[in-house]
């Protein structure tokens, strides 16, 4: 195994904090994240994580509580992305990564899961064979592997899911992590494409959708009584309609789901397979959705919930669980902080710290011995910078109905001058939303001296079922009046040059920042759109091609390009059919590897802007991927942000 000795950064953040620091620039925020999803083992004696270098991802592994950490895997530079890491046993590892693949001209992200050995031996993929004569859409369905369990009792198997060309849909396996031996349990009749075992691994519910010639938004939800039992149908659902129903986990009998019933808000609930009818909220927040279950460290068993208000929360059901987590939020005074992940015996365990203006850390700590101490900051180049707050704010939108969002203002010595703005809305759309914590690229901003402005537009996620879908059907209208109202309220405030600023954004973003760049031509100084959309027909109509969820929800959140009146209004809030009207500066950057907005939404508006005279530039990144996840690309993006942004508003 590679030794990388991590403690060099460790030892250079300490340098930086007692040294004169350059001023910032992009070069320091426009690095990768340095570690991601650190897992301890079950025994309490290892901590594996995905490590980000400059020559591409890896997974790493170290004694707990060392810095000192060894390379157990490699990817290829630029093609793959590992997504996630879980314990087998405290000897062995599940990767699970992925690589872009072009299937009928659309990109999509493939799954490859592999087990490896905690001293970096017996690498083994772990995978299924497909025909040769295999269609395309088959191709795309075998790209989805799902861990389902990891058999707490048999160190050498998991249940994982992926796509049965036999059964045409997701079949279950008991797969020999050493061996790559696959053991199909059952056929699949259902169009099932989520199986959800209980705690000892026995699969017992599916979660399914009707299947239809032209949209597929009839779930279905499947049940046995045992692995001898026959498989009955409990009851259909309407999707994007009725209420959510996301299965975690049988648990005593009693299905775990996260749901909207009754109250609108994503909450916690015991279902009665039985009855087919929901028993008892186990957690449910006033205002704000559940996002996920915490599970014990085999993932057996559903220990508590997370939900965000600004910043990550915990909820506990156990006093044992909650008087821990108590221990740890005191323990780190200043900052937000949260298990992530821990040992079977729960005395160990690493701790995600986080706060608006300084890079997210992970803290090891030994509770049974009583020690503690870092383990790596995500971004050590940025520890001990002086970096602005990120500001809450609320206001009233033109309808009244109530905005939420963040304001951060560069850290400046000139009071006399107000900053420039960038106004930076999230991607998505739906069901997504900004936090009160630290984002490279809204800090970046602000070390150059812009301000900027984030808005929770309807259809972010996260406030309620309610607010989510008042964004459907709301491209270029409701959600784009948000965030120009997010402006105005802005504006009204006088803290920041308004007269300078820059629409920006990344995928969804890009699109408002295109759309704002046609509906509002004398406002903006510069347009910047990554990964972005320009043609929002295009978009659906591409995409309606493809039937099941894909075509659902083209068809329940954009709109039906089949319909002609439809077609015709998303035609018109598309920025590619109103070059005539833009008059801002354009920069345009996206990755040809892109498997979520094809990459002719941003060179087809190039093409055709460059011809109209429009001054545009456009950054093509050859591997590159939506979120441009390869650290060549990311470097790049920044510098550009920055080059282009130093031009047109200083």
Known sequence: MNKILLTLMLSLVAYFGHAKTPALN???FGTLPMIEYPSVSPNGKFIAAIYNASDGPSVVISDFGSAEVSTIVQLKKSQDRIEDIAWVNSSRLLIV??????????????????????????????????????????????????????????????????????????????????????????????????????????????YGTEKSKKISDVNT???????????????????????????????????????DYKTRRKALWSYDIKTGKFADMLFGHEEYD???????????????????????????????????????KNSFKGYQATIFSRSEDKTKML???????????????????????????TYPFLERQAMPNVLPIKFDADDGVGLTGYLTLPLSSNSESKPPLVVWPHGGPIGIRDYQTFDPYVQFFTSQGYAVLQVNYRGSGGFGTNFETAGYHQWGKRMQ????????????????????????????????????????????????SIAGISDLYTLAE?????????????????????????????????????????KSPILLMHGRYDTQ?????????????????????????????????????????????NDFLKQHLK
């Open 26 to 28: 992009y070069e320091q």
């Open 97 to 206: 990564a992925s690589y872009s693949e072009n299937i009928l001209n659309r990109r999509f992200r493939r799954d490859r899961i592999f087990s490896v050995n905690t001293d970096g031996t017996d690498l083994v993929e772990l995978k299924t064979k497909m025909p040769p004569s295999a269609a395309p859409w088959e191709i795309r369905n075998a790209g989805s592997l799902r861990l389902v369990s990891l058999l707490k009792d048999d160190k050498k198997h998991v249940l994982l899911q992926t796509y049965d060309y036999r059964d045409e849909a997701q079949a279950v396996y008991k797969v020999n992590v050493y061996e790559n031996d696959f053991d199909k349990l059952f056929v699949n009749k259902f169009d099932v494409y989520a199986w959800v075992a209980n705690e000892k691994g026995e699969v017992l519910f599916g």
């Open 221 to 259: 939800i499947w049940h046995r009584k045992n692995e001898q039992s026959e498989w009955k149908l409990l009851h259909k659902q309407k999707a994007y309609r009725g209420e959510k129903f996301s299965p975690i986990i049988v648990q005593d009998d009693k299905l775990l789901v996260i749901s």
């Open 290 to 328: 559940v996002t996920s279950a915490i599970y014990n460290a085999d993932r057996s068993r559903v220990i508590g919930v997370y939900y965000y208000d600004d910043y990550l929360r915990e909820h506990y059901f156990q006093d044992e669980d909650s008087k821990i987590s108590s221990l740890v």
């Open 351 to 377: 701790v995600y710290a986080t706060k608006d203006n300084s890079p997210q850390k992970f803290f090891w700590l030994d509770i049974k011995n009583k020690k503690g101490g870092l383990w790596f900051s």
């Open 481 to 528: 009046q948000d965030l120009y109202n997010g402006f105005d309220w802005l504006k009204g405030k006088d803290l920041v040059d308004t007269n300078k600023s820059c629409f920006a954004g990344y995928s969804y973003g890009g699109y408002a920042a295109l759309t704002a760049a046609f509906q509002q031509p004398e406002q903006y100084r510069c347009i910047v």
């Open 542 to 582: 591409k995409d309606y091609r493809w039937q099941g969820n894909i075509r659902a929800s083209i068809v329940n959140t954009i709109g039906d390009p089949t319909d002609d009146k439809v077609a015709g209004e998303l035609e018109r809030l598309s920025a590619i059919n109103h070059i005539n009207k833009i």
């Open 597 to 641: 907005v094809r990459v002719e939404q941003s060179s087809d508006f190039f093409n055709k802007a460059k011809s109209a005279g429009l001054d545009v530039k456009y950054v093509e990144f050859e591997y590159g991927t939506h979120y441009l996840d390869e650290a060549d690309n990311r470097l790049e993006a920044f510098k550009e942000l």
